[in-house]
């Protein structure tokens, strides 16, 4: 009767602890849904689950830990942007494939890929708008896209948008994060740095500010031109910015590096960036910036010429 009884309350025991593993495993699938759903996010760095809505809310910045999420180009125009006051520009620029280029899949396919799926034609969105009720020409990097790789079209949507400027005297900020130039695109690629690098010495020399705001990653010829030409740089926390990758400098120096090198943390250390600005800070430090560099008064009467629509470079189809 009593071994009954015994082995009556083992099973029961034995059937709570199986209900419960079912019912976590439940939950635990249930989670894994709405993680895949988008529902939940799981920081990368520390773990915590966060509603997405909230995460969103905290401009993808974890609210335990102060991890930056990647944004992408959308979202980070409507961070920074007053409602309603977005004007995108050259919208209609596309990449051509002008070296009938392939590695393991033709440059051309590749491209089309990436339009359908990302629905972006390019790894840069550029406009002008409102920063707190002030104007400015604002040009935004997209990683997603080929790694936020620089070819004809960034390049040329990047100068017209600094002429733009420099004509209507605003100042530029552009939000960086890139791999490096687009080597399916050759020299092509390459004379961008120096196209944008001249735009943004005519904007200079008419004394107009250019802030890039630098973002993880930073990185190859991007760095290496507009990303250092700011005549104030600010970056965000932990962003990885540097030219050649970290991997690549350890096989040529053959030792090993610090673990902050190549960190927004450490250029701030070292001079190259003039301020980190976590990104719920971003617009408002922006907006005060521009506040207190509001532009001279026009040294020539460029200023009047009416700005018209070209093309730079064959290597981009209107
Ligand atoms: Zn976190």
């Known amino acids: 009767m009593a071994n009954n009884e015994e082995s009556r309350g083992l099973k029961s025991l034995l059937d709570w602890f ?55 180009s959308d979202e980070r125009i409507r961070q920074l942007i007053d409602a309603n006051s977005w004007r995108a520009m050259d919208e209609q620029l596309r990449p051509t494939d002008p070296l009938q280029f392939r590695d393991r899949k033709a440059y051309s396919d590749r491209l089309r890929e990436m339009q359908d799926k990302l629905d972006l ?61 687009r080597m399916q695109e050759g020299m092509l690629s390459l004379m961008q740095m120096a196209k944008i690098s001249g735009a943004l010495q005519r904007h200079r020399e008419e004394r107009l500010l250019y802030i890039p705001v630098l973002t993880n990653p930073t990185t190859g010829g991007v760095t290496a031109s507009f990303a250092m030409l700011g005549d104030i740089i600010l970056a965000e926390p932990k962003a990885t910015i540097g030219f ?32 980190i600005v976590p990104r719920t800070q971003l617009k408002k430090t922006l907006a005060q910036l521009i506040a207190l560099h509001q532009p001279p008064a026009p040294t020539t009467t460029h200023n009047m010429v009416v700005w018209e629509t070209r093309s730079l470079s064959s290597t981009v189809a209107e």
Not at 23 to 40: H, N, V, Y
Not at 141 to 168: C, H, N, P, W, Y
């Open 121 to 181: 034609v390019d790894a840069v969105k550029t406009g002008l708008g409102q920063i707190d009720g002030l104007p400015i020409a604002l040009g935004v990097m997209d990683f997603r896209f080929m790694g936020g790789s620089m070819g004809s079209v960034v390049g040329e949507k990047l100068t017209r948008l600094i002429e733009q400027a420099t004509q209507r005297r605003y100042p530029v900020v552009i939000v960086c994060t890139s791999g490096g130039a």
């Open 18 to 72: 199986a209900n419960r593993r079912k019912s976590g495993s439940t939950i635990l699938e249930r989670q894994e849904r709405e993680i895949a759903d988008g529902l939940w996010h799981k920081c990368s760095n520390c773990g915590v689950l966060t509603y997405t809505k909230d995460l969103r809310a905290n401009q993808m910045v974890c609210v335990e830990c102060g991890h930056h999420n990647r944004v992408d």
């Open 244 to 275: 050649a990758g970290r991997r690549v400098i350890e096989q040529t120096l053959r030792e090993k590096l610090p673990e902050d090198f190549q960190s927004a943390e450490d250029l701030l250390k070292h001079g190259f960036v003039d301020d």
